[in-house]
């Protein structure tokens, strides 16, 4: 409002300070003229306006124009005054229309409850020259009249503000009151399905907020520095905000809807076994993810659920029922990939489905050429050998996870196609390995031509070994036959167990040196088991050649026991087969593996020399295979996931690269019909399965910009769905993913504080919400509503609870984007009251 300048000479510097009883007759005074000189006007209620900073005006609430009164010490002239052109609700009024005249003060935003005097200020004359009162930096709430502790009131000077409105209005003068949606602002979206939880006041926490990160690429007005050291006699005040993660994913929980459900396993998802209540945490994020699943399984297609199942299905947390969870939606995952699959060969392979049908499916991974009038029929496609070896892979693998039995029918023939192929293979050298490995699947899985598969295999292992040499007895000196026995026991207990063999095995029709060379074998094959044990069994060139003559020895000298012999001839293949295995690596690593494992197959108890050099092929294989062709690489999962004798520690890693391929593929394929929920699904837990590969990354930032710029125009909720959506994406791409999380974070904090009915938790979200980018003029609008009427609140309470009002300020002292005018108000009042 404005106000005429006075003339200088007028001005003069008034403060007064009384006591109780003083006051009290000043009020008296002041009524009694006011009765006197407006008493036509008695039977009509006055309202007394004022704003933060002075009490300007009176108007009839009949409409008719009244001078303004002010108190003057200084002077009795009237002087009319201007009246204020607009006029707004008042608080407060000044009623004269009670029984015998006695005017009282009340408070109309709380017409039920007995008011306490706040501010009274009368002129004896209507028209009055006023002096002008200096400018002063006080805080507008200093401008009523204070009770203080000594009961003096205090009539601070008037703020001569050049400015109509500070800014600052009070509830009920045009400004939304707490708790309101702010539906007259069209610019401000509201969500009346969104329920309201009451704030929470009770002690502040340690904060655990994973909801205020800030985009380091969008400058944002600076965050608060650090708080200044305590002033010595200053009391510190602590806030409510932020909240510990606790409170927040509670105040999710209770909201119970699915969008503050997934809020609260998202955010909640981030708890570390260190924090505060981490077991309550944890309890709230399980009841939220088991809804969140039970609301995807009953309403597949409620806009939720594919965002609710991945986003259960990324958590990291070491919990038995999460893990629990995430096991069901895998495993149906898997059920749903393998369905796909199967459904596609099935059309492609099958002669009563056109090529046209399998065009048209929507489950199929590739589109053919259709039928046409011109060329009626087209050439059915046939699978390819790898479409082949997939589907027996993915039946076996299902079977495993599930533990069901393999039937016939469930590879669709494709288990059978898969010998012929290996057969086909074995035939060209340099594709061995690929023969043995699809042999192999066979052999594991398929319930009906394992046993062909397993013979095919070992004969083709066979033809891997190199021939032996022959062997060649040692030169002994010869014993005459009737000391052998004498002899030959000598040479067996000084450890001449070869000696003992060669030389006494054409003797055994006597029964007493058939003993000794027995207990000779005996002896010999121990040792050479011992040996073949160690660890530099298929490192020393010495001991090799040593274990390879007494196996050899053991097998095929004359005389040694059948059982010894037996025994020796197959240790002998298994060593050399492991040594071919280790000589082979150089050249072809998959091969490698696929010996090795044969070898240490075939050993009861696979010796640790064995062992380790299994242990060591596999692990290269492993670490070479991300280098491969996408053909390549997958051999190599495969071959080292198949074999139950390989490391399961290789095997489980291999397993899920190998899955992590495969759902790559099927999140391209269906990308290219344009399911991007489903694409989303399988690229994340291709990521999830596989994040050192970036198999996705491509597609991932094409389906992300696409999804993004859809949701830049719609609604907050519609885009939270997508959101929610990308968020949960594990290993999304960095620079898309800093853009998700910080939107996401932003339309959160906005809703949470527009909807949040505490004024504190409100400002504070919405400042959260104003830091970004994405909600910034938009948090701006409610935030300035909402800090206007905390700030007014805070001036409310200082006469009553001087700690709750620093709080208050301190609240919004602390919050970004809070006006610069109410930040430093807010800083002085708090000078005042003496709290830090």
Same mark, same amino acid.
């Given at each position: 409002?404005?106000?005429?300048?006075?003339?200088?000479?007028?001005?003069?510097?008034?403060?007064?300070?009384? %006591?109780?009883?003083? !006051?009290?007759?000043?009020?008296?005074?002041?009524?009694?003229?006011?009765?006197?000189?407006?008493?036509?006007? !008695?039977?009509?209620?006055?309202?007394?306006?004022?704003? *933060?900073?002075?009490?300007?005006?009176?108007?009839?609430? %009949?409409?008719?124009?009244?001078?303004?009164?002010?108190? *003057?010490?200084?002077?009795?002239?009237?002087?009319?005054?201007?009246?204020?052109?607009?006029?707004?609700?008042? *608080?407060?009024?000044?009623?004269?229309?009670?029984?015998?005249?006695?005017?009282?003060?009340?408070?109309?935003?709380?017409?039920?409850?007995?008011?306490?005097?706040?501010?009274?200020?009368? &002129?004896?004359?209507?028209? !009055?020259?006023?002096?002008?009162?200096?400018?002063?930096?006080?805080?507008?709430?200093?401008?009523?009249?204070?009770?203080?502790?000594?009961?003096?009131?205090?009539?601070?000077?008037?703020?001569?503000?050049?400015?109509?409105?500070?800014?600052?209005?009070?509830?009920?003068?045009?400004?939304?009151?707490?708790?309101?949606?702010?539906?007259?602002?069209?610019?401000?979206?509201?969500?009346?399905?969104?329920?309201?939880?009451?704030?929470?006041?009770?002690?502040?926490?340690?904060?655990?907020?994973?909801?205020?990160?800030?985009?380091?690429?969008?400058?944002?007005?600076?965050?608060?520095?650090?708080?200044?050291?305590?002033?010595?006699?200053?009391?510190?005040?602590?806030?409510?905000?932020?909240?510990?993660?606790?409170?927040?994913?509670?105040?999710?929980?209770?909201?119970?809807?699915? @969008?503050?459900?997934?809020? @609260?396993?998202?955010?909640?998802?981030?708890?570390?076994?260190?924090?505060?209540?981490?077991?309550?945490?944890?309890?709230?994020?399980?009841?939220?993810?088991?809804?969140?699943?039970?609301?995807?399984?009953?309403?597949?297609?409620?806009?939720?659920?594919? %965002?609710?199942?991945?986003?259960?299905?990324?958590?990291?947390?070491?919990?038995?029922?999460?893990?629990?969870?995430?096991?069901?939606?895998?495993?149906?995952?898997?059920?749903?990939?393998?369905?796909?699959?199967?459904?596609?060969?099935?059309?492609?392979?099958?002669?009563?489905?056109?090529?046209?049908?399998?065009?048209?499916?929507?489950?199929?991974?590739?589109?053919?050429?259709?039928?046409?009038?011109? #060329?009626?029929?087209?050439?059915?496609?046939?699978?390819?050998?790898?479409?082949?070896?997939?589907?027996?892979?993915?039946?076996?693998?299902?079977?495993?996870?599930?533990?069901?039995?393999?039937?016939?029918?469930?590879?669709?023939?494709?288990?059978?196609?898969?010998?012929?192929? @290996?057969?086909?293979?074995?035939?060209?050298?340099?594709?061995?390995?690929?023969?043995?490995?699809?042999?192999?699947?066979?052999?594991?899985?398929?319930?009906?031509?394992?046993?062909?598969?397993?013979?095919?295999?070992?004969?083709?292992?066979?033809?891997?070994?190199?021939?032996?040499?022959?062997?060649?007895?040692?030169?002994?000196?010869?014993?005459?036959?009737?000391?052998?026995?004498?002899?030959?026991?000598?040479?067996?207990?000084?450890?001449?167990?070869? /000696?003992?063999?060669?030389?006494?095995?054409?003797?055994?029709?006597?029964?007493?040196?058939?003993?000794?060379?027995?207990?000779?074998? *005996?002896?010999?094959?121990?040792?050479?088991?011992?040996?073949?044990?160690?660890?530099?069994?298929?490192?020393?060139?010495?001991?090799?050649?040593?274990?390879?003559?007494?196996?050899?020895?053991?097998?095929?000298?004359?005389?040694?026991?059948?059982?010894?012999?037996?025994?020796?001839? &197959?240790?002998? $293949?298994?060593?050399?087969?492991?040594?071919?295995?280790?000589?082979?690596?150089?050249?072809?690593?998959?091969?490698?593996?696929?010996?090795?494992?044969? !070898?240490?197959?075939?050993?009861?108890?696979?010796?640790?020399?064995?062992?380790?050099?299994?242990?060591?092929?596999?692990?290269?294989?492993?670490?070479?295979?991300?280098?491969?062709?996408?053909?390549?690489?997958? /051999?190599?999962?495969?071959?080292?996931?198949?074999?139950?004798?390989?490391?399961?520690?290789?095997?489980?890693?291999?397993?899920?690269?190998?899955?992590?391929?495969?759902?790559?593929?099927?999140?391209?394929?269906?990308?290219?019909?344009? #399911?991007?929920?489903?694409?989303?699904?399988?690229?994340?837990?291709?990521?999830?399965?596989?994040?050192?590969?970036?198999?996705?990354?491509?597609?991932?930032?094409?389906?992300?910009?696409?999804?993004?710029?859809?949701?830049?125009?719609?609604?907050?909720?519609?885009?939270?769905?997508? $959101?929610?959506?990308?968020?949960?994406?594990?290993?999304?791409?960095?620079?898309?993913? /800093?853009?998700?999380?910080?939107?996401?974070?932003?339309?959160?904090? $906005?809703?949470?504080?527009? &909807?949040?009915?505490?004024?504190?938790?409100?400002?504070?979200?919405?400042?959260?919400?104003?830091?970004?980018?994405?909600?910034?003029?938009?948090?701006?609008?409610?935030?300035?509503?909402?800090?206007?009427?905390?700030?007014?609140?805070?001036?409310?309470?200082?006469?009553?609870?001087?700690?709750?009002?620093?709080?208050?300020?301190?609240?919004?002292?602390?919050?970004?984007?809070?006006?610069?005018?109410?930040?430093?108000?807010?800083?002085?009042?708090?000078?005042?009251?003496?709290?830090?």
């Amino acid at each position: 409002m404005s106000k005429e300048k006075e003339p200088s000479s007028s001005k003069k510097k008034i403060k007064i300070v009384v %006591s109780g009883a003083t !006051a009290l007759m000043i009020f008296s005074a002041g009524l009694s003229l006011y009765h006197h000189w407006d008493q036509p006007a !008695a039977s009509n209620p006055i309202r007394l306006t004022h704003s *933060n900073n002075d009490i300007s005006s009176v108007v009839a609430s %009949s409409g008719k124009r009244k001078s303004q009164i002010r108190l *003057n010490t200084d002077s009795d002239q009237p002087t009319p005054i201007e009246q204020p052109k607009e006029r707004k609700k008042q *608080n407060f009024s000044l009623k004269n229309n009670i029984d015998n005249n006695v005017v009282y003060i009340v408070d109309l935003s709380e017409p039920d409850k007995n008011q306490t005097v706040m501010g009274l200020v009368v &002129d004896p004359a209507k028209n !009055a020259p006023l002096p002008e009162i200096p400018k002063k930096e006080v805080p507008p709430i200093l401008s009523t009249i204070i009770l203080d502790r000594e009961d003096e009131i205090i009539v601070p000077p008037d703020i001569d503000n050049e400015n109509e409105n500070t800014g600052l209005d009070l509830p009920g003068e045009g400004t939304t009151e707490e708790g309101s949606t702010g539906e007259g602002n069209s610019e401000i979206p509201t969500n009346p399905e969104e329920p309201q939880t009451p704030g929470d006041t009770g002690e502040p926490t340690t904060p655990s907020n994973p909801s205020t990160p800030s985009n380091p690429n969008n400058p944002t007005d600076p965050v608060p520095s650090e708080p200044e050291k305590p002033n010595p006699g200053y009391k510190t005040v602590a806030l409510i905000v932020p909240e510990s993660l606790y409170t927040q994913i509670k105040y999710y929980t209770a909201a119970d809807d699915t @969008a503050s459900l997934q809020n @609260a396993v998202f955010y909640g998802g981030q708890v570390k076994k260190q924090d505060e209540d981490y077991a309550k945490i944890i309890d709230l994020i399980v009841s939220s993810a088991v809804k969140l699943k039970d609301q995807a399984v009953q309403d597949p297609s409620n806009g939720y659920a594919y %965002s609710s199942l991945q986003l259960i299905n990324s958590l990291q947390l070491e919990d038995q029922k999460i893990q629990a969870l995430q096991a069901e939606i895998r495993k149906e995952l898997y059920k749903q990939f393998l369905n796909n699959e199967i459904q596609l060969y099935v059309a492609k392979s099958s002669p009563s489905v056109s090529t046209a049908e399998v065009s048209a499916s929507p489950e199929s991974g590739e589109l053919e050429p259709a039928a046409t009038a011109e #060329n009626p029929e087209v050439t059915k496609p046939s699978t390819s050998p790898q479409e082949d070896k997939d589907i027996v892979y993915y039946v076996g693998k299902y079977n495993e996870i599930t533990g069901e039995k393999i039937e016939k029918s469930d590879f669709k023939e494709a288990d059978k196609k898969l010998l012929e192929g @290996a057969k086909k293979d074995s035939e060209a050298e340099e594709n061995t390995a690929e023969a043995l490995n699809k042999y192999q699947m066979d052999a594991q899985y398929s319930p009906e031509v394992s046993e062909e598969a397993k013979q095919q295999k070992e004969e083709l292992v066979k033809k891997q070994v190199k021939p032996l040499e022959e062997r060649k007895p040692g030169e002994y000196e010869e014993i005459p036959p009737e000391t052998a026995l004498e002899t030959l026991t000598k040479l067996k207990d000084s450890g001449q167990y070869v /000696q003992v063999i060669e030389q006494g095995g054409s003797l055994v029709s006597n029964v007493d040196i058939a003993t000794v060379v027995n207990d000779a074998s *005996n002896l010999l094959m121990q040792q050479t088991d011992s040996m073949e044990d160690e660890l530099d069994a298929y490192t020393s060139a010495t001991k090799q050649k040593k274990i390879v003559t007494q196996y050899q020895t053991l097998a095929e000298a004359p005389g040694v026991p059948a059982e010894y012999a037996k025994a020796s001839e &197959d240790r002998l $293949y298994q060593y050399r087969l492991m040594i071919e295995a280790r000589d082979t690596a150089t050249d072809d690593l998959a091969k490698a593996v696929i010996l090795a494992s044969e !070898a240490a197959t075939k050993e009861k108890v696979i010796s640790e020399g064995a062992r380790s050099l299994l242990n060591k092929l596999s692990s290269d294989l492993l670490a070479a295979a991300d280098g491969y062709s996408l053909e390549k690489e997958e /051999q190599a999962y495969e071959i080292l996931s198949t074999r139950p004798v390989i490391n399961s520690v290789y095997a489980q890693k291999a397993t899920s690269r190998k899955q992590a391929i495969s759902y790559s593929k099927t999140a391209n394929d269906m990308w290219q019909k344009q #399911n991007a929920n489903g694409a989303l699904q399988y690229a994340g837990e291709s990521n999830r399965l596989y994040p050192e590969r970036h198999l996705n990354d491509e597609l991932l930032h094409e389906i992300s910009n696409s999804l993004l710029e859809k949701a830049s125009g719609r609604s907050f909720q519609e885009q939270l769905k997508t $959101y929610n959506l990308l968020a949960s994406v594990p290993e999304l791409p960095n620079d898309i993913n /800093q853009v998700v999380i910080t939107r996401k974070e932003a339309v959160d904090q $906005y809703i949470r504080g527009k &909807d949040e009915q505490n004024l504190e938790k409100a400002v504070y979200y919405l400042g959260e919400s104003w830091e970004k980018e994405w909600t910034k003029d938009l948090a701006a609008v409610l935030l300035d509503t909402k800090s206007k009427q905390l700030f007014t609140e805070a001036n409310e309470m200082r006469g009553v609870d001087f700690a709750l009002a620093g709080r208050y300020y301190k609240t919004l002292v602390n919050t970004s984007g809070v006006s610069d005018e109410i930040k430093q108000a807010s800083k002085q009042a708090m000078d005042e009251l003496k709290v830090n």
